[in-house]
């Protein structure tokens, strides 16, 4: 029979990555806009727009960290390392798809008026911070 502190890896991993897949897909289709009006108008289209795309994958990378972590943590009880995979996973999955959205936004802004960068990516970081904080703060609280 399967512990059921085992679903606490995959929960941690797979949420995350469900809100990563989101957010990119959510960010990816913007920023295929943007490029489109650009081409429309004859205008350059900024490459910088991949970097809005791709900033949500990173919470995958944050859920497998915290799935490595719940699976060293031996001697944490099954039903925390369940809680703390699921809602860690799921934290970190919102968080993607909103930096997704939040991408998505400011790629159709640098598109239009090809200003603004550093307050968009500092707008990106900022949500990306908040998986960073869940990682970290479950890791720390797994002892």
Do not use: H, R
Request: neutral net charge.
């Amino acid at each position: 029979m399967l512990d059921i502190g085992q679903l606490a890896f995959s929960a941690a991993l797979s949420f995350a990555a469900i809100g990563s897949a989101c957010g990119v897909g959510v960010a990816g289709m913007a920023a295929v806009g943007a490029w489109k009006k650009c081409f429309a108008q004859n205008k350059n289209a900024p490459f910088l727009l991949i970097i809005f795309v791709a900033a949500p994958l990173t919470q995958t990378l944050y859920g497998f960290l915290l799935m490595n972590a719940l699976k060293d943590a031996a001697t944490a009880d099954a039903l925390a390392k369940v809680g703390i995979g699921m809602l860690g996973g799921i934290a970190m999955g919102f968080s993607a798809y909103f930096q997704g959205k939040v991408g998505a936004n400011a790629s159709d802004a640098l598109a239009e008026t090809g200003k603004g960068f550093g307050n968009y990516i500092l707008t990106v970081g900022m949500v990306e911070t908040v998986a960073l904080f869940v990682m970290i703060f479950l890791i720390t609280a797994l002892g």
